[in-house]
């Protein structure tokens, strides 16, 4: 891989983004910072401007107010700059089906301006580092749906980019193959090169991103690191299940802005707590001294998902 440029600290800058589409408002003033050389994640439900965000930074749409700039260029003035300095992977693969692994590979390369020995080497290079090499001189339309994202990733890589989006990446693939992905982006970010990512999966931000940006209905409503952002709904939760609905009733009244999660259905209640055993019998003999309403408990470590339903109250 090519060294990454280091000239500022920012590989992405935007500022102020807004887009509509008619009378839907898709993006509301936007503002974006991703470190160079860092995995940089996007979560939101969808409808939230997540794809748009990344068509915008990566030139295929026009904001309608505010800026950009990705790996120090203007993507609306230097368009062609930013193209070269980036890869884009999408949803679905872009592959030519009919030719083989290989064969797409020094395509790409070529089309990059590489010779032919270079383009030959470089598909070699990036077959052995995704672990294709086996499967290079079979046709992609042979390949499974893991493969295919692999050398998807691979033939956006055959132009050195500082800056890799990933839009989706694992969308539909099974477990094993989601695991292999992750090992994939885990590299790039070990290489030195920026990777934005896009994900429905929060365990997948949760175990690869440096940095998270959490967007409902075109804003941005919060960020930081995982650790950061589960400290926001408590980094360690004890969850009570009441006796019956009379007593969880009478529990959410006694904790009121204490509760961090609530779920009636299964008669259950959280509330912060540091996990440790002292905290954990003091909270007990406070909030059930007759010990009659709790039926059981349990410590639950707070994740991306505790904190995606909370900020985007879903």
Known sequence: MKAVSAQ?????????????????RVLGGLDLRVRRGSVFAM????????????????TLTRADAGEARVAGHDVIAERAAVRSAISLTGQYAALDEEQTG???????ARLRGRSRCQAAHTARELLERFALTDAARRRVSTYSGGMRRRLDIAAGLTGDPEV?????????????????MWEVVASLGEAGVTVFLTTQYLEEADMLADHIVVLDRGAAIAEG???????RVAAQRLDLTMTD????DAMARRLGGRAVHEAPGELMLGVASDGSAPQVRALLDELDPARVEISRFAVHSATLDDVFLELTHE
């Open 164 to 180: 890799v989006f990933l839009d989706e990446p694992t969308t539909g693939l099974d477990p094993r193959s989601r695991r292999t």
């Open 43 to 58: 979560l939101g439900p969808n409808g939230a401007g997540k794809t748009t965000t990344v068509r915008i930074l990566t």
């Open 102 to 108: 290989e064969e797409n590979l020094r395509m790409m």
């Open 245 to 248: 609905r009379h007593a969880y």
């Open 8 to 24: 500022g600290s920012w590989a992405i800058e935007a500022r102020g983004l807004a887009k509509a589409y008619g009378a839907v």
């Open 225 to 231: 690191t995982p650790d950061e952002l589960k400290k």
